[in-house]
């Protein structure tokens, strides 16, 4: 049975694989669960959250930015994903 292991230090980093801190191993659904709860929490921290739907990103989206975000991130997108794209595209975006 292969396990897995999330660390979470101290700032609320996750380290997979390290064995300093806490450490949650993954190897049942029991543990499965509970190393879901930990990473949305740890997500939760950092102001992340999960989407089911792309329509409710879309509105979360236009009611957390702001219009000169929201156009800066769409020309973004547009620059990442066209077909010249490169390594200073795929970076600027995730900046």
Known sequence: MRREFLTVTEDRT???GSRTSQTYGVSS???QTAFQDTLASHLAWWGLRRFER???????Q??????????????LVER????????????AFYD
Request: charged share 30%; glycine share 6%.
């Open 62 to 75: 236009r009611e957390t930015l702001s219009q000169g975000d929201l156009r800066t991130l769409n020309k």
């Open 29 to 31: 659904a029991h543990s």
């Open 80 to 91: 990442k994903q066209a077909p010249a794209a490169g390594a200073t595209e795929e970076v």
């Open 14 to 16: 996750p380290l997979v």
């Open 54 to 60: 792309d329509a409710d990103y879309f509105r979360w």
